[in-house]
């Protein structure tokens, strides 16, 4: 059984679609599938024309002779076509509706009845080809793909569609430094991969691991718009080097100290200048009745016991759930979006703090 994947992201590997994708592609794989994979997001394809040349004086071959050639053959052979594209205005991709466009070379001209509408007879195509759609959004609520999944439900009418699997909210998905958040996802991505390619379906079980780790309730939509909007300003581009850093007469904390001074001098000592080069900013932690500040000033970071006048970026939290979050026990991003702790100042920096605080 040959299962072909077609990403849809103009943003290549480093994207939601892909991530989900990729492990729902080795689930297929653990399925025994053989797996082969269209980057759209690499490939050179030419609008088509209209021109139906591929229907009349050459039969099934386009007038464009691009990345399209190689494609056709691959999913005339393919058991199961998955694509994985992120929703864009309510629909696939430009890269993909080009993609689908282009596959009418795989079509005959006539019309006959299809799945209770007109449609086309398909040219030497395995007659019971299925069709499977993943895809990603920005927005928090399930709802927004309605179109998309009505679309293909449409297109892959009489029996093709077999299911999809949707992700709302899945802008931190593309980034790197969100993707330890997301394993015990991908875990199950991987395993409704596997269903699929065992049964065609993916157990009701699954499917509400799936649902469970991504659906918002009404109270988490409202974090969600909050901490989209704190990190759409924090892009704004600051110059970190710019920063003025007070002067601090006080000593700094040391590592021999002991309890929370150790900590944060610890922090300290493991600071990674290079996650954020040049930067000056100073990070205040105000957890439960006790306050740390770092001053990071360019490679140098020093730790300090109490409240700095201006911090750049502040934390509060219970100080067991930091201490759970910066030990790997309570993923940051989950924390966050439960409330668990706020952050006040520059998101991206709180972004940055895996990297900015690892060796
Ligand atoms: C041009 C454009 C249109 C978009 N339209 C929508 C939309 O209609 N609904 C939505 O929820 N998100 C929308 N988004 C957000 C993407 O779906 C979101 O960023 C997604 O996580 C990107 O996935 P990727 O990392 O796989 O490319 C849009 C993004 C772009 C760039």
Same mark, same amino acid.
């Given at each position: ?71 056709? $053959?691959?999913? !005339? *052979?393919?058991? @199961? +076509?998955?694509? =994985?594209?992120?929703?864009? %205005?309510?629909?696939?991709?430009? #890269? ?29 195509? $395995?007659?019971? !080809? *299925?069709?499977? @759609? +993943?895809?990603? =959004?920005?927005?928090?609520? %399930?709802?927004?793909?309605?179109? #998309? ?211």
């Amino acid at each position: 059984m040959k299962a072909l994947i077609v990403y849809g992201s103009p943003r290549h590997k480093k994207s939601a679609s892909y991530h989900i994708g990729e492990n729902f592609a080795n689930g297929l794989r653990r399925a025994g599938l053989q797996v082969d994979e269209i980057m759209l997001s690499k490939q050179k394809i030419h609008h088509c024309i209209g021109c139906f040349t591929c229907w009349t004086k050459t039969p099934g071959v386009c007038i464009h002779k691009d990345d399209m050639v190689g494609n056709l $053959p691959k999913l !005339q *052979k393919a058991n @199961l +076509i998955v694509f =994985a594209t992120p929703l864009y %205005v309510y629909n696939v991709t430009g #890269l993909l509706k080009n993609f689908l466009d282009r596959q009418i070379p795989l079509l005959e001209p006539y019309l006959v009845e299809k799945g209770e509408a007109t449609g086309h007879p398909r040219r030497d195509t $395995p007659e019971n !080809q *299925k069709v499977f @759609l +993943i895809s990603v =959004a920005g927005f928090p609520e %399930v709802s927004h793909f309605d179109a #998309l999944v009505t679309l293909f439900k449409q297109m892959y009418r009489g029996g093709r569609y077999i299911g999809e699997i949707l992700i709302p909210g899945s802008e931190p998905m593309s980034m790197d430094d969100f993707q330890e958040s997301y394993n015990e996802l991908y875990k199950l991505i991987e395993q409704a991969g596997f269903e699929v390619g065992k049964k065609g379906i993916i157990s009701e079980e699954t499917r509400k691991a799936i649902t469970d780790k991504t659906t918002y309730t009404e109270e988490e939509i409202k974090v969600f718009r909050e901490m989209a909007n704190k990190y759409w300003d924090s892009m704004e581009l600051k110059d970190y080097s710019k920063i003025k850093l007070e002067t601090i007469d006080i000593e700094p904390l040391k590592v021999t100290d002991s309890g929370m001074p150790a900590f944060f001098a610890g922090m300290a000592e493991i600071y990674n200048p290079k996650a954020v080069p040049g930067l000056k900013a100073v990070m205040q932690f105000n957890l439960d009745d006790e306050s740390y500040y770092l001053i990071i000033n360019e490679a140098e970071c020093k730790a300090y016991k109490g409240s700095y006048s201006e911090p750049t970026f502040t934390i509060i939290s219970p100080k067991d759930v930091w201490m759970k979050i910066t030990s790997g026990e309570l993923s940051g991003a989950k924390a966050f979006m439960q409330r668990m702790y706020k952050v006040e100042g520059d998101m991206k920096l709180l972004m940055k703090m895996n990297q900015m605080f690892s060796r």
